[in-house]
């Protein structure tokens, strides 16, 4: 059964720092794009962060590009997600996704359950 674990939220202060994980079983990370999401209440789902396991390639969004920085663990099949300089704007419900596909810009199959950060100011 393929199933994404995300964990490593958690409450911090404004210019803190949280490492998030997201843990894959059933599948490996061949070819697959493995991207992280977050959501606010009364928002849509928004993609930040994207890595492709195939030439390793990343993408970030506006938002936390020069922030945050994705990476990923082949060995324990874990994708990180580093979380550096938080802003309050950046409380939200954190999802990581995976797809096997060459491409950040796809359809996600496979979602992890989502891990809360909230930054104070």
């Known amino acids: 059964e393929v199933q994404l674990q995300a964990s490593g939220g958690g409450l911090v202060q404004a210019g803190g720092s949280l490492r998030l994980s997201c843990a894959a079983t059933g599948f490996t990370f061949d070819d697959y794009a493995i991207g992280w999401f977050r959501q606010v209440p009364g928002k849509e789902r928004w993609g930040i962060s994207c890595?492709?396991?195939?030439?390793?390639?990343?993408w970030y969004a506006d938002s936390v590009k020069g922030r945050f920085t994705i990476s990923s663990d082949a060995a324990n099949n874990t994708v990180y997600l580093q979380m550096n300089s938080l802003k309050p704007e950046d409380t939200a419900v954190y999802f990581c996704?995976?797809?096997?596909?060459?491409?950040?810009?796809?359809?996600?199959?496979?979602w992890g359950q989502g891990t809360q950060v909230t930054v104070s100011s």
């Open positions: 890595i492709l396991s195939s030439d390793g390639s990343t």
């Open positions: 996704a995976a797809q096997r596909s060459r491409s950040c810009t796809t359809m996600y199959k496979y």
